[in-house]
């Protein structure tokens, strides 16, 4: 009998805690409630909040806690790159908190320690669907902002070889094609977060956009960007035009510039766009990515690239893949070749909790069994620790 | 009801989706009002979903009963799981058909939860209407022999 007892208990203690749940045994559960009723006697509010709010002081030790951005600076800095969910939950909560992730930490440090002499390092932010990778990088370009360095975000670069009303054939080039809409939607966006730089930045060649308008050398790219505005069918130079001169003028060392691409794998994917004839494009031959390339390029200094892959935007690649050569390519891996990775995980423990504590706060968990420890280890087990998904549960909760 | 074909993906996350903008629509409110009210505001989606369907549901229904060659409409006690079952009847046909073809389920079903929550909205009228029907044919009553 006592043989038969001790199998079924060391078989009992083999199995995951997210199982007792399901079983209901009560002696495993009170052992794990009575641990956890110790740790949470500090306040809630010492583990997930902070009040260090300038990116640039960040720290180990505020790992897992969130910050509070001003929603003025919000809508300057992110006009557009932010995640569509987070920005629901801005507008629910009318705050913005991001937490502080090692990721993002580790980042930082290297950006605060750049030698502005040496060509601008790339570093690629990794990781499965939902780990955070996006707010990783709207984290280091809130950092940058506060720098006041300036700040050339894609916030996506899969929608501009996807979904193209209007192509039109590049005067410029004849290979290549314009795509109108997308790029004086970037500009009138480039324009709202790097407002205060652009009529200090002098160009230094003439461009002719036809036969009737040039503009001088010497003028502001404040009006480079204004003619992209107004005149759609030249927008795509004109973001032509501008990603050269900053290119060129960032090695001067009047501004740093800090070059953020979220879904950097479009730039060498496959497009979904064709010609008249039904032929498909590939991405060489859109302008905007062809310029896009060349930034990505490491030949200049004063600034640094921080890029993003993503599978959620990507266009014929397994859903389960996250790592640099599957997403990237043979081609994309080439070009990107000497690149810092940085993998983004799911949340340890501590996040996790964090989250949670935050959510509590904010009310957002409304459910009565969320508070408990039950609901908090329920939810561990269904999201596996994947932000994204932890968050898609809390909504309905 | 909600589920079509079998698919039940589909109908578990239209209503997830559903509870979701009730829960968004509550704290939009919530930050609007005033500290007094503040405590009058539910925000649980829950809470919401199950009061309303109660206050959907009718009372006293009606049957069509065979008499001398015609159906007359006689008031008849519903049972329980009648009476849940037309609340949620009603809620969906109203969603599904009164309303302008491109608006999405959630955003319908979300709007008429809140409106049945407060007793207001088309569902909570035609459950009135159910009741002043089964009040005009109060003599009809007889007919019924169970």
């Known amino acids: ?24 045994t009560q002696a495993p559960q009170s052992l794990a409630a009575h641990l956890d009723n110790q740790v949470s006697f500090e306040s809630p509010r ?121 192509l039109l054939q590049s005067s410029y080039n004849k290979q290549r094609f314009d795509q109108p809409l997308e790029a004086s939607v970037w500009l009138k966006n480039f324009k709202t977060t790097n407002e205060r730089f652009l009529n200090q930045i002098k160009i230094q060649e003439k461009y002719v956009w036809n036969k009737r308008e040039s503009i001088e050398k010497g003028s502001s790219l404040g ?72 930034m990505v390029k490491n030949d200049w200094n004063g600034g640094a690239i921080v890029m993003t892959l993503s599978q959620t935007g990507s266009l014929f690649k397994p859903r389960k893949a996250y790592l640099p050569q599957e997403l990237l390519g043979k081609e994309g891996f080439d070009a990107l070749d000497p690149f810092i990775p940085i993998l983004v995980g799911n949340y340890n423990p501590k996040e996790f909790e964090s989250c949670i504590q935050y959510y509590l706060e904010n009310s957002w968990l409304q459910h009565e069994k969320a508070h408990t420890e039950e609901g908090k280890k329920e939810l561990l087990f269904l999201s596996n620790g994947n932000p994204g998904q932890l968050e898609r549960l809390c909504a309905y909760l | 009801m909600m589920m079509k074909g079998g698919n039940k993906v589909l109908a578990r996350s239209l209503m997830t989706q559903t509870l979701e903008a009730v829960k968004r629509k509550q704290f939009k409110k919530f930050h609007a009002a005033s500290s007094e009210e503040q ?105 019924r022999w169970w």
């Open chain 1, 1 to 24: 009998m006592l043989k038969g007892v001790t199998r079924l208990v060391s078989r009992v203690h083999k199995l995951d805690p997210g199982h007792f749940l399901r079983l209901g």
């Open chain 1, 46 to 166: 010492a583990i997930s909040c902070t009040s260090e709010n300038d990116p640039a002081k960040h720290e180990e030790k505020h790992e897992g806690q969130h910050y509070n951005l001003p929603l003025q600076d919000m809508k300057t800095i992110f006009p557009h790159g932010l995640p569509p969910r987070y920005a629901m939950q801005m507008k629910t909560f009318n705050e913005a908190c991001l937490m502080v992730r090692k990721p993002a930490l580790e980042l930082l440090h290297y950006l605060k320690n750049t030698n502005f002499a040496h060509p601008a390092v790339r570093y690629v932010l990794y990781g499965e669907k939902g780990t955070g990778k996006t707010l990783s990088l709207c984290h280091i370009i809130h950092f940058c902002a506060k720098q006041d360095w300036l700040i050339l975000h894609i916030p996506d670069a899969h929608l501009w070889v996807k979904d193209c009303r209007d």
């Open chain 1, 223 to 294: 009006e480079v960007v204004e003619q992209g505005i107004t005149r759609v069918r030249n927008a795509t130079d004109a973001v032509g035009i501008v990603l050269k001169e900053l290119k060129r003028q960032s090695s001067l060392g009047i501004f740093h510039l800090l070059v953020a691409v979220d879904g950097v794998n479009a730039l060498w994917g496959r497009t979904t766009l064709k010609r008249e004839d039904k032929s498909p494009i590939a991405a060489e031959e859109l302008a905007l990515i062809h310029n896009l390339r060349k």
């Open chain 2, 39 to 143: 405590a009058t505001i539910e925000r649980n989606p829950y809470t919401i979903f199950h009061q309303a369907l109660k206050n959907c549901e009718p009372v006293i229904g009606l049957a069509p009963i065979l008499k001398g060659g015609r159906f007359y409409q006689v008031p008849v006690p519903l049972s329980d799981r009648r009476r849940r079952f037309l609340a949620m009847k009603w809620m969906i046909t109203e969603c599904r058909e009164k309303k302008h073809r491109r608006t999405l389920m959630p955003e319908k079903l979300s709007q008429e939860l809140l409106q049945a929550f407060h007793n207001q909205g088309p569902v909570v009228k035609r459950k009135h209407d159910m009741h002043k029907m089964a009040e005009a044919n109060r003599a009809l009553a007889h007919y």
